[in-house]
């Protein structure tokens, strides 16, 4: 069974910086591409960020130049590098991994950005 473990969030005043990390298990980590996305209370789960196997990178408009996300194929991890946070990436972080019709999630960690 595929598992996708998060960590890292928690909670970060406005300005601050999170790391989040995902591992990944019994999968062919190579072949997927990685992604992160965010859930607020309320509203849908978006997009923040996608890398492929090669590293290309995408990212959400209201990320962009805040966010980086990067992946190691050989310890099939993924990580966001999350800087100059506001209140409105307070968010449930999922990790997430596709390959075709293949989507496996994580079960999320909470990032909250509060004074």
């Known amino acids: 069974q595929v598992q996708l473990v998060e960590s890292g969030g928690g909670l970060v005043q406005p300005g601050g910086s999170l790391r989040l990390s995902c591992a990944a298990s019994?999968?062919?980590?190579?072949?997927?591409?990685m992604g992160w996305y965010r859930q607020a209370p309320g509203k849908e789960r978006e997009l923040v960020a996608t890398?492929?196997?090669?590293?290309?990178?995408n990212y959400a408009d209201s990320v962009k130049g805040r966010f980086t996300i990067s992946r190691d194929n050989a310890k099939k991890t993924v990580s966001l590098r999350m800087n100059s946070l506001k209140p409105e990436d307070t968010a449930v972080y999922y990790c997430?991994?596709?390959?075709?019709?293949?989507?496996?999630w994580g079960q999320g960690t909470q990032v909250t950005v509060s004074s």
């Open positions: 997430n991994a596709k390959a075709g019709s293949l989507v496996y």
């Open positions: 019994r999968i062919a980590f190579s072949f997927y591409v």
């Open positions: 890398i492929t196997s090669g590293d290309s990178a």
